[in-house]
């Protein structure tokens, strides 16, 4: 098939190598002239890292990448919030905090020479009948026998795909940046620090990048998009001061911080659920299909799991109006469960709601605790989490791959 890809971010990237690799002609439009990662660091996932494993690229990143063993959060008292461990769910089991730029490069020195990129090339419009699209310098491209919509959680094109059922801008969001590790103890864990819903800090191990050696942390600062402006007028030596205060132990980390802040990249997030993912011969992938917060760390891993099942229906199914709605079919299940949850669980760690954060200190770590519930909490924040009380199957060469990658 002639297909092609609107955004080079994660979800782009990969279904450009997934799709190209199994003979089809792609073609990618990506708005920015130089693309490259946006923000800091995330957390790979059992989920994504088994699309990585698919891809033949997870050897690479684990060389790069840091492994993340327990999710870990508490109080500026040392009350503990949040405590768990990825060997409860598998031995041997593990997240994988990486740079942006290390899995973008990784994606990117994989890809076919066959394919054909177009950057500077943003896509104003598509018609999904016809399978055509314009860029905005007014060019028509294609007829396509597929168009693929991976332009991320601003997606313009969603609305070809016709009315939603939701897409609305999150009132918080967050800073954040790379800092080096220094000897930062907390080399397999995910740290957070809160005080009631308004302030969060987060550091997660990222490992490397290439040439550079030394290993970094991604830093993630929690506050509502209208206070960024403000944020900046109040200086940094008084956001220092209070991140010292709050997280005293991370002073040294934090002396890392750029002393610009302009250097710190500003992220918002959308919640946007769509009616249809498919329309003739449009579909839609990663956040432009399901743009969520990032508070349970799965975009990646999301993206990463739509670019293979679109790859698989393709295959089991050759023509394109049976192929859009098995991937659809596919994915839905998985995606609507953490919408839900995401929805849920954000205003417990990003919000103005104060007595909502008394709650969850009081009651998240006992309720994750309960027979029952625990099990359930590892699995949401792992990623296998499928419907209410289902589980996706962890790829069993994943575990082969996590247990020589440690030994
Ligand atoms: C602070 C923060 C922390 C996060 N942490 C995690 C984490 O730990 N784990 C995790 O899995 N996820 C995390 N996420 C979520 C994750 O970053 C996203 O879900 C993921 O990047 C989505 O990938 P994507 O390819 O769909 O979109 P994007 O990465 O946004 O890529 C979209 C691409 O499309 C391009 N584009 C946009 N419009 C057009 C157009 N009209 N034409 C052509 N190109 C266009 C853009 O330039 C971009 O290159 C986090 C997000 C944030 C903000």
């Given amino acids: 098939m002639h297909i092609a890809i609107a955004g080079y971010g ?31 660091g995330f957390l790979l996932q059992p989920t ?39 060997a409860e769910l598998q031995p041997d089991l593990c997240g994988l905090g990486m740079q942006r730029g290390a899995l973008f490069q990784l994606l990117h020195a994989a890809r076919s020479t066959a394919t054909q990129l177009h950057f500077d090339a943003p896509v ?4 999904p009948e016809l399978g055509r699209l314009t860029t905005a310098d007014g060019r028509q491209h294609g007829p396509f026998d597929l168009v693929i919509a991976a332009d991320g959680s601003g997606s313009q094109l969603r609305d070809a795909l016709g009315p939603q059922r939701l897409n609305r801008p999150y009132p918080w969001g967050a800073l954040w940046c790379l800092l080096p590790a220094g000897d930062w ?29 030394s290993p970094h942390l991604s830093f993630f600062w929690s506050l509502p998009t209208s206070d960024f402006d403000a944020w900046r007028e109040r200086g940094m030596d008084t956001w220092r001061s209070e991140l010292a205060e709050l997280w005293p132990e991370a002073r040294e980390v934090f ?36 743009a969520m917060s990032p508070q349970l760390g799965q975009g ?12 698989d229906a393709l295959r089991a199914e050759p023509k394109i109006e049976a192929a859009l709605p098995r991937y659809a079919a596919e994915r839905r299940a998985h995606v609507s469960s953490y919408q839900l949850w995401s929805r849920w669980l954000t205003p417990l760690f990003q919000s103005d709601h104060d007595a909502i954060a008394r709650l969850r200190d009081l009651l998240f770590l006992p309720l994750s605790r ?32 996590l247990e020589r990658h440690q030994r």
């Fill in 48 to 86: 994504g890292m088994g699309v990585l494993l698919e891809l033949e690229l997870l050897d690479a990143a684990l060389q790069l990448g840091a492994p993340v063993r327990r999710l870990f959060g508490d109080l500026p008292n040392g009350r503990r919030i949040m405590d768990m461990r990825y």
């Fill in 300 to 311: 990646v891993n999301m993206a990463l799991l739509d670019a293979l099942a679109l790859r």
């Fill in 124 to 127: 104003q419009s598509v018609e």
């Fill in 185 to 213: 103890p907390y080399a397999d864990e995910l740290r957070q620090r809160y005080r009631g819903a308004r302030r969060m800090i987060g550091l997660l191990p990222v490992g490397r990048r290439g040439a550079d050696p």
């Fill in 255 to 290: 002396d890392g911080l750029p002393a610009d802040p302009a250097d710190l990249a500003r992220a918002s997030y959308r919640d946007a659920v769509l009616k249809r993912w498919h329309h003739g011969r449009l579909c839609a992938i990663g956040d432009a299909a399901h």
């Fill in 370 to 401: 309960l027979p029952g519930s625990r099990g359930q909490s590892l699995s949401v924040l792992s990623g296998i989490q499928q419907g209410l009380f289902g589980r996706r199957r962890i790829n069993p060469g994943l575990l082969q791959h």
């Fill in 10 to 40: 994660s979800a782009g990237q990969a279904a450009s190598l997934l799709l190209a690799r199994d003979g089809h002609r792609v073609e990618v439009f990506e708005r920015v002239a130089a693309p490259g990662p946006v923000g800091a």
